[in-house]
C-alpha cells in the first residue's frame, strides 16, 4: 500500500502525559498537513510542511504542540501535557507540488482520547 | 461566523432521488474549491474540484459562483453507496491553508 500511513491508530491516555504520532506521506509528495477533527466537524488544519520547512500554523496549535519533519519525508505530531479537549482524530495528508498539487490524500487518523 | 459554512443535514433520501448541498464562503480571496467526500469513521477522499465554469463527473455536477461566494454540489440518481458526509473545501493560497467546512451528511434509504 503506497498511500498515507499513519501511527498508531488509536491512542488513550491520561490527562498530562505527552503523546507523540506519525506520519508517512506518499513517498513522491512534498507537501505534508497536519488536520484535527471532532465529531460533527470537518478537519480544522493544525499545520502544514513543504519538504522539512513548516510553513504554516494554525493559531489552533497551541504551544503544547509541536510538529517536525526532519527530512522532508515523514513527520511527527507531539503533544505536551495532554487535556480531554485534546481529544479527536487527528489527521495527516499529503499532496504533490506538481500536476494535481492541489489534491490531498489523507491517511486513515490517529484517534485520541484523553482520560 | 464560520469561514465556510454548509447546509445542516442531515439529508436522508430514497434511492434515484436527486439531492443539491450547499456551500458558503466568507473569503473573498479564495483561489480554489473542492467537495471531499467522508465515510463514517474513514478518511476524507476528494470528490471532485470545483471549476468557475461548473463540472460535472458522472452523476455528480459542481458549480461556483464567485460573486455570491456559493458553491454547490448535485447528486443525481442517488445510491446507498452515496451516503456519506460531504465537506466544502477553500483553499485561500495556492496549495496550503485548507478551511473544511463542518460537513453535510447524506443517507440514501432504500
Known amino acids: 500500500d503506497t498511500g498515507v500511513s499513519q501511527d498508531p491508530r488509536h491512542k488513550i491516555t491520561k490527562r498530562g502525559q505527552n503523546v507523540t504520532f506519525r506520519c508517512d506521506p506518499i513517498s513522491e509528495h512534498n507537501r505534508l498537513y497536519w488536520y484535527r477533527q471532532t465529531l460533527g466537524q470537518g478537519p480544522e488544519f493544525l499545520t502544514y510542511?513543504?519538504?522539512?520547512?513548516?510553513?504554516?500554523k494554525s493559531r489552533l496549535l497551541s504551544d503544547r504542540f509541536s510538529a517536525e519533519r526532519p527530512k522532508g519525508s515523514f513527520s511527527t505530531l507531539e503533544i505536551q501535557r495532554t487535556e480531554q479537549g485534546d481529544s479527536a482524530m487527528y489527521l495527516c495528508a499529503s499532496s504533490p507540488t506538481s500536476g494535481r498539487a492541489e489534491t490531498q490524500y489523507f491517511g486513515p487518523g490517529t484517534r485520541l482520547l484523553v482520560l | 461566523r464560520k469561514e465556510v459554512e454548509q447546509d445542516p443535514g442531515p439529508f436522508n433520501v430514497p434511492e434515484g432521488a436527486t439531492v443539491a448541498f450547499n456551500c458558503t464562503y466568507s473569503n473573498s480571496a479564495s483561489q480554489s474549491f473542492f467537495w471531499y467526500r467522508q465515510d463514517c469513521r474513514k478518511e476524507p477522499k476528494l470528490l471532485m474540484s470545483?471549476?468557475?465554469s461548473g463540472n460535472e463527473d458522472g452523476r455528480f455536477t459542481a458549480q461556483l459562483n464567485r460573486a455570491s461566494q456559493y458553491i454547490s454540489l448535485l447528486i443525481r440518481d442517488s445510491k446507498l453507496s452515496d451516503s456519506a458526509t460531504y465537506l466544502c473545501v477553500v483553499n485561500h493560497h495556492y496549495g496550503q491553508n485548507f478551511v473544511f467546512g463542518p460537513g453535510t451528511r447524506l443517507s440514501v434509504l432504500p
Open positions: 510542511f513543504q519538504n522539512e520547512a513548516q510553513l504554516e
Open positions: 470545483v471549476y468557475s
